[in-house]
């Protein structure tokens, strides 16, 4: 077997394949004698066709299933070993081949390459770095959600704004009396602060246990079909049908009182004896954010250092034709059209594709099983913060993070953002970063088109 490779221009080449009887000649015997074992044919015993009948009748499907299969391997192998920078997949050209008559066989295909290019950073490469401030606000916000994980709950007499309400609700007439055959709920359970009707909200300031009240849930709701139906206890289709005026008897009244900032507190939330004070343990709330925030200015510098970047390389060489030819086969359902439409963004996202490799190679990033271990981890620590759980146990950290890499696809996304966070922090080191403080805010908004 003969493979050669002739470049057309920078970008482009043919591979041609050449194949002779004996490259393919010993598998084809061995299908065949394979097949005959299987095969059952009228006349014949299972495995004792002649072979020259299977031969006859299948001779030609299987040699071409072999000569396909040891084409695939070789032409594999080749780029490989040879380093082939090619872009997608080969492109059959027309090839005459005639199978029942031919022996030896000569197969073309066109390869896309990759551009040629050179990309470097260093100190006097400037990019933005968004320091993420952490506002007094958020960590009281964070510090009241621990609090309430401790919080009692008392029984009061008079309403304030963010209790919960207890009672009989009861649908009214248009003349303001229990309507018959009615809704009735009897417990129903409210918390008016989160009504979207200020008028209907204010109904219930310091309203006492056992007064009787009217208001109308669908206004103070917001016509929501979910809330309505969950409190009337009705199906959804059917709360068209009650949005008239309710009564409602309070029986009780329930308020959440925070629980204290304390050393118990402090150790169900950072673990034992990592703070002896208020003070300390707030500081250690702020800190567990901004490290949660350091994660999104890193995702952000590494948006930036690819427009630098791109910039930088200038537009690259494509071969045009070819890579629409290889994006129509990968989209073949989607046709021309999709093609046409999306090719120059397809090339935007593969530049960045080559620019990031060579990143990576350059500054030799490996991703071996205990980065995607610790990754699958910081991936649960954070969902895990995100509820307010900063000192999660590492025996849960663990079996979260071992059922995440049970799936092939979370597998992927763990090495891609591996990648990611050791080539940010390498390139952190190399360029002059024009550091910014921003608000969480400001920061989002970097976000919104």
């Not at 050449?18 to 299987?38: N, P, S």
């Not at 997949?89 to 551009?115: C, G, H, M, Q, R």
């Not at 150790?267 to 500081?283: I, M, N």
């Amino acid at each position: 077997m003969n493979i050669s490779l002739q470049n057309v221009d920078k970008v482009s080449a043919v591979l041609t394949v050449q194949i002779e009887k004996a490259d393919y000649q010993e598998k084809v015997e061995k299908a065949l004698k394979t097949l005959r074992q299987r095969v059952n044919m009228p006349g014949f015993r299972k495995g004792m066709v002649p072979m020259s009948l299977v031969k006859k009748q299948f001779g030609t499907s299987v040699l071409v299933e072999e000569v396909d299969k040891l084409m695939q391997e070789k032409v594999n192998e080749y780029i490989r070993e040879n380093k082939v920078n090619m872009l997608g997949t080969p492109l059959p050209k027309e090839n005459a081949v005639d199978f029942t008559t031919e022996e030896n066989f000569e197969f073309s295909f066109d390869i896309a390459l990759a551009p040629e290019f050179n990309v470097e950073l260093s100190a006097n490469d400037t990019v933005d770095y968004f320091d993420i401030t952490v506002a007094d606000e958020m960590v009281e916000q964070q510090v009241k959600m621990y609090a309430q994980r401790n919080a009692k709950y008392d029984k009061v007499d008079e309403y304030q704004d963010g209790d919960m309400l207890k009672g009989l609700l009861a649908e009214l007439d248009e003349n303001g009396n229990t309507k018959e055959g009615g809704v009735q709920v009897e417990g129903a359970v409210m918390m008016p602060k989160y009504m979207k009707n200020d008028d209907q909200k204010a109904i219930f300031n310091g309203v006492k246990t056992n007064t009787v009240l009217v208001f109308n849930p669908a206004t103070a709701f917001d016509n929501n079909e979910a809330e309505l139906a969950s409190l009337l206890k009705v199906q959804k289709e059917d709360v068209e049908n009650h949005k008239g005026n309710f009564s409602f008897q309070v029986e009780e009244i329930t308020r959440m009182i925070p629980g204290d900032l304390n050393q118990e507190l402090f150790d169900s939330v950072l673990g034992e004896g990592k703070a002896h004070s208020e003070e300390e343990f707030r500081a250690q709330v702020k800190e567990a954010i901004a490290k949660q925030f350091e994660a999104d200015s890193d995702y952000k510098f590494l948006i930036d250092v690819r427009t630098y970047l791109t910039n930088k390389v200038g537009k690259l060489e494509f071969a045009d034709e070819l890579m629409k030819r290889i994006m129509l086969e990968n989209n073949k359902e989607k046709g021309e059209e999709f093609v046409a439409e999306h090719y120059e963004k397809s090339l935007e996202e593969l530049t960045w594709h080559l620019i990031k490799e060579k990143l990576v190679a350059a500054n030799e990033i490996k991703v071996e099983q205990a980065d995607i271990n610790e990754m699958a981890k910081e991936a649960t620590r954070a969902q895990f913060a995100q509820y307010g759980m900063i000192n999660v146990p590492d025996e849960l950290l663990d079996n979260y993070a071992k059922e995440m890499l049970k799936k092939r696809e979370s597998v992927e996304a763990l090495v891609n953002r591996t990648i990611e966070a050791k080539l940010a922090e390498a390139l952190k080191a190399q360029v002059t970063l024009n550091r910014k403080e921003v608000s969480a805010e400001e920061f989002n908004k970097m976000f919104q088109d």
